[in-house]
DNA sequence: CCTACCGATCGGTAGG
DNA sequence: CCTACCGATCGGTAGG
C-alpha cells in the first residue's frame, strides 16, 4: 500500500505542529521536520514553498478550528455560558493543538512583514473580535459590566494563557475545577 | 576616553534584552549582538561564557527586579493593595523590561536541562511562590475566597501576558485604566 | 577585547 | 506533460 500525498501533506501538519510547539519557529530546522516525518528535506519543499508557508499552513488550520468553536460557543444563551462553552472546549483539545493559540502570538514577529500583515488581520477578524463582540453584547444586554470590550478580551484570553504550554501540560490541570475557577474569576471576581 | 569593561558589559546586557525580547532566543545571533554594541563576537564570549551564559544573566536580573518589587508589594496591608501595588509596578517598567518576564516561561526549554532546572527553581522560589504565599494570606484572611491559590496565580500571571509584549506596547495601553479594569475582574468579576 | 578562522548545520534548490 | 518524491549539493550563517 503506498501512501498517499494527502496523507504525507497532514502527516507533516501533524509532526510539524508537535515539533514547532515544543521548540519555537527558529529552534525548529526543516531537517528535523523531514526526519520526523520519514520524507527527505525535498519532500517538504515540494507540499510547502518554504518554511514560512508550513509554519502559516498550522497556524490557518488552527484559526479555522478556532473559529469554528467560538460559532458554536456563541449559540449559548447568556455571555456566561458562551465563555464556558469556549472555554471548556479549548481546554479538552490536545495540549499541542491548545498551544498553537500561544504560538501563534508569539511567534508572529519572526515572520515576513507581509505574512505578519496577513495573518494579524485574519487572526482578528475570525478571533480576537469574535471574543470582543461575545463581550460586547453581554455589556449592551446589562450581563457585564461598563467596561472596554477590549482590554477584557485580552485579560480573558491572558487568564487562558498559562494552559496553553504543552510543556506544562503535566504540572497543570486543565480539569472542571481548574476552567470552573477561571470562570469565576473572571465573572464574579475572586474577593468575598 | 576609553570604554570601561562594566560599562561594555552593561551595554552588551542592554541591547541583548531588547534584541531577544523582539526576536527570541534562536531568532538572535551572537553576531547581531556585537554588531548592536559596537563590539566583536569574540568580545561577546570575553564577558559571557556562552550565548546560554548571556540569555541566563539577563533572565537573573530582571528576577531579581521581580523578587524586590513583590517586597516592596506585600508591605500594603491587604492582599487587593499588595496585587494593586506589584501590577501598578511592573506595568510602569519599560516594555522590553516587562517583556522579560514573558521571555523567561517562553524560551525556558530552549536552554539546556541544567540551566532549565536551575532558573526554574530561582524563578519559583522568588517569583511564582511569593504570588502564590500572598494570595493564600488573603484566602486565610477571609479577603479571597476559598480556592486553589496556585491556580488563582497562574490566573492572576495570565491577566498580566497580553501587556507583556513590547510588540503590543503601541496598540494596548497599559494606563491606569487597564490596570484597574484588571484589578477589579481579578477581585470583583465582571458581572453586574 | 580583535582577526582569522573551524566543523556543522541552516533554509532552500539543482537535475533526474 | 503529470505526481511525488530522492540524493546531493548550493551559498550563507550558526555558535564557538
Same mark, same amino acid.
Given at each position: 500500500?503506498?501512501? #498517499?500525498? !494527502?496523507?504525507?501533506?497532514?502527516?507533516?501538519?501533524?509532526?510539524?505542529?508537535?515539533?514547532?510547539? @515544543?521548540?519555537?519557529?527558529?529552534?525548529?530546522?526543516?531537517?528535523?521536520?523531514?526526519? /520526523?516525518?520519514?520524507?527527505?528535506?525535498?519532500?517538504?519543499?515540494?507540499?510547502?514553498? $518554504?518554511?514560512? @508557508? %508550513?509554519?502559516?499552513?498550522?497556524?490557518?488550520?488552527? %484559526?479555522?478550528?478556532?473559529? #469554528?468553536?467560538?460559532?458554536?460557543?456563541?449559540?449559548?444563551?447568556? +455571555?456566561? &455560558?458562551?465563555?464556558?462553552?469556549?472555554?471548556?472546549?479549548? =481546554?479538552?483539545? /490536545?495540549?499541542? #493543538?491548545?498551544?498553537?493559540?500561544?504560538?501563534?502570538?508569539?511567534?508572529? $514577529? *519572526?515572520?515576513?512583514?507581509?505574512?505578519?500583515?496577513?495573518?494579524?488581520?485574519?487572526? *482578528?477578524?475570525?478571533?480576537?473580535? !469574535?471574543?470582543?463582540?461575545?463581550?460586547?453584547? &453581554?455589556?449592551? *444586554? &446589562?450581563?457585564?459590566?461598563?467596561? $472596554?470590550? +477590549?482590554?477584557?478580551?485580552?485579560?480573558?484570553?491572558?487568564?487562558?494563557?498559562?494552559?496553553?504550554?504543552?510543556?506544562?501540560? &503535566?504540572?497543570?490541570?486543565?480539569?472542571?475545577? /481548574?476552567?470552573? %475557577?477561571? %470562570?469565576?474569576? =473572571?465573572? $464574579?471576581?475572586?474577593?468575598?
Amino acid at each position: 500500500m503506498t501512501a #498517499q500525498p !494527502q496523507d504525507v501533506r497532514q502527516q507533516i501538519l501533524h509532526e510539524a505542529t508537535r515539533l514547532f510547539v @515544543d521548540r519555537g519557529y527558529h529552534g525548529l530546522s526543516m531537517r528535523e521536520i523531514a526526519e /520526523a516525518v520519514g520524507v527527505s528535506k525535498a519532500g517538504l519543499y515540494y507540499h510547502f514553498k $518554504d518554511k514560512e @508557508d %508550513l509554519f502559516l499552513a498550522i497556524l490557518t488550520n488552527n %484559526l479555522e478550528r478556532l473559529e #469554528q468553536t467560538i460559532q458554536q460557543a456563541r449559540q449559548a444563551a447568556a +455571555v456566561r &455560558g458562551q465563555v464556558e462553552l469556549f472555554v471548556t472546549e479549548i =481546554f479538552q483539545w /490536545a495540549p499541542e #493543538q491548545r498551544a498553537i493559540i500561544r504560538l501563534a502570538s508569539q511567534e508572529m $514577529d *519572526h515572520l515576513s512583514q507581509h505574512s505578519v500583515t496577513e495573518f494579524t488581520r485574519l487572526y *482578528h477578524a475570525k478571533f480576537i473580535s !469574535q471574543i470582543q463582540a461575545m463581550l460586547a453584547a &453581554g455589556i449592551e *444586554h &446589562g450581563e457585564l459590566r461598563a467596561m $472596554d470590550p +477590549v482590554v477584557a478580551t485580552w485579560l480573558l484570553l491572558g487568564m487562558m494563557y498559562p494552559y496553553l504550554y504543552s510543556s506544562h501540560a &503535566g504540572e497543570m490541570n486543565t480539569s472542571t475545577e /481548574a476552567v470552573q %475557577l477561571m %470562570l469565576s474569576i =473572571f465573572f $464574579d471576581g475572586a474577593a468575598t
